[in-house]
């Protein structure tokens, strides 16, 4: 599996970024996809993964409510739209896929590699 995650970079507090991720390699029936993240000494957390069947959401409280995650089937592709963004959310952001119980452990089996965003006050 193959994921190539775009679309990070420099954006002032309460402004928007779009991330996209682009999946080869298989297919994803019955996989979630996430977008992870990650800062400096920390561990990564899931913010929101979506299921590639049914496009059942998850997010975290951190981001929920100014956060979407979607997916294109046709295209393969995953987007995480992130509005009113703030310092706080700046991080390394993943991409990754793997069955539900892999991402709620945050282990997927597969990672992208990772976007910067930086939120700017």
């Known amino acids: 599996v193959q994921l190539q995650a775009s679309g990070g970079g420099l954006v002032q507090a309460g402004g928007s970024l779009r991330l996209s991720c682009a999946a080869s390699?298989?297919?994803?029936?019955?996989?979630?996809m996430g977008w992870f993240r990650q800062t400096p000494g920390k561990e990564r957390v899931l913010v929101a993964s979506?299921?590639?069947?049914?496009?059942?959401?998850y997010y975290s409280d951190s981001v929920k409510g100014r956060f979407t995650i979607s997916r294109d089937r046709a295209k393969n592709m995953v987007y995480l739209q992130m509005e009113s963004l703030k310092p706080a959310d700046t991080a390394v952001y993943y991409c990754?896929?793997?069955?539900?119980?892999?991402?709620?452990?945050?282990?997927?089996?597969?990672w992208g590699q990772g976007t910067l965003v930086t939120v700017s006050s």
């Open positions: 979506i299921t590639w069947n049914l496009g059942t959401t």
């Open positions: 990754a896929a793997g069955r539900t119980e892999t991402i709620l452990r945050n282990s997927p089996t597969s």
């Open positions: 390699g298989r297919t994803f029936t019955n996989w979630v």
